[in-house]
């Protein structure tokens, strides 16, 4: 009797386990916003965002607030952040490293993956 109890509660301790295990893998998890690669991989596709605004003034990443990532083929980056806009015009040809923000920042989220070994970085989605 004793060895049947023991069997049936491993088998149930070793179910939820296993439920609770498979709805992890795969999830989002938190990621720090300072981390480097998501900055990385953000500014890798910073003008691929910009160009998607309707607006005539260069925007740049001024501020990540909230960020989460998961492993797919590659690193898929979620990030929550400010595009600030900056005293340089689209049609500008200078280096944008030297974009002044104005202070008018929007707040946009982005779905990027990462494959570093093919050095890509995709943008899957963004929207304001």
Request: glycine share 4%; with cysteine.
């Amino acid at each position: 009797m004793a060895k049947l109890l023991f069997t049936t509660i491993l088998i149930i301790s070793m179910a939820a386990v296993f439920v609770y295990s498979a709805s992890i893998v795969g999830d989002f998890r938190k990621l720090d916003v300072n981390d480097e690669q998501l900055h990385q991989s953000l500014s890798h596709l910073e003008r691929q965002m910009d160009n998607r605004i309707n607006s005539n003034t260069v925007h740049r990443i001024a501020k990540i607030r909230n960020a989460e990532y998961k492993v797919v083929s590659g690193i898929e980056y979620r990030a929550l952040f400010e595009f600030g806009e900056t005293d340089c015009q689209k049609s500008d040809h200078r280096d944008i490293e030297s974009c002044q923000f104005t202070g008018y920042n929007l707040i946009c989220n982005a779905t990027t993956i990462e494959q570093s070994w093919l050095h890509k970085s995709s943008l899957v989605e963004f929207f304001l």
